[in-house]
């Protein structure tokens, strides 16, 4: 079968609450390998709440379904506060990205408590701010940008990652809307350690089967390169059947 939009693949689902700091439940799911213990975890950040961003959206729902099964990864999602999706509402209004200090929070507490292996952090779009902003404040391995707007990290924030020692990754689309490769490489100057990746051709919004699965195939080959590239289809050649996958009734944001 050929791995596709609404194609989720086997694993260990579990829907959760986070609690912040200032007492907010946030609703969320974690999905784990489904007979294997997770090599590394990733903890995504989604696109911004108030333009439609949610733990759905397409590229962190895919990462959901698929690397679990295909590299063996921890996948945690959450909605952020004030933020809506299918798996629910979590508590709270939208901070502008200074509230949500507290919700990357209350993520890396779960992961610790969990004693999930290596986190990295996945923030897409507003995600990549948060990420940028606190993923220092936690023992992550590395981060992950998405299209990054760099709208609301300050110089100052940038400049706390030129020596810090997780690792710092970002795909620049080359015909992102707020952040083009030429600009990134501005931006990002003083970061001489980041890996860019300018991907051509591809979008903010990285939508359509082919910008999924490059994203998912850069994610994979920086977490855990053993498992890069990703099949194309299940069951992989040399993984044998793990079970059954099913088609999700929500294919929409392919």
């Keep these: 079968m050929e791995i596709r939009a609404g194609v989720e693949l086997p694993a260990r689902r579990e829907e959760i609450e986070l609690r912040t700091s200032d007492g907010l439940r946030l609703v969320g799911e974690l999905a784990l390998p489904a007979e294997r213990e997770p090599v590394a975890t990733l903890v995504t950040l989604h696109p911004l709440p108030t333009a439609g961003g949610f733990m759905d959206s397409h590229i962190l729902r895919k990462a959901a379904a698929r690397l679990p099964a295909l590299a063996d990864l921890a996948v945690l999602r959450f909605n952020t506060r004030g933020t809506a999706s299918p798996r629910g509402t979590s508590e709270g209004a939208f901070g502008e ?9 209350a993520a890396m507490a779960f992961v610790a408590e969990r004693e999930l292996p290596h986190p990295w952090l996945v923030g897409w779009s507003f995600g990549t701010e948060l990420a940028l ?13 998405l299209s990054p707007p760099l709208h ?9 990652w030129r020596d810090a020692a ?25 970061l001489p350690r980041l890996r860019r990746i300018d991907v051509a051709g591809g979008r903010h919004l990285w939508v359509g089967e082919s910008q999924t699965r490059r994203v998912l195939d850069e994610i994979v080959s920086v977490v855990n390169p053993a498992a890069a590239p990703l099949p194309t289809r299940w069951p992989a050649v040399d993984g044998g059947d793990a079970g059954e996958s099913r088609v999700s009734d929500e294919a929409s944001g392919s």
Excluded: C, M, Q, W
């Excluded at 990205?97 to 929070?105: Q, T």
């Excluded at 902003?133 to 940008?145: E, S, V």
């Excluded at 609301?152 to 706390?160: I, N, P, Q």
């Design 152 to 160: 609301r990290t300050s110089e100052g924030e940038l400049a706390r």
């Design 97 to 105: 990205g200074l509230a949500e200090r507290a919700d990357v929070a």
């Design 133 to 145: 902003k606190y993923g220092l404040d936690h023992g992550i391995d590395g981060a992950i940008l």
């Design 166 to 190: 997780p690792a710092l990754v970002a795909l620049i689309p080359e015909h992102d809307d707020y952040l083009k490769p030429a600009e990134a490489a501005e931006r990002f100057a003083g």
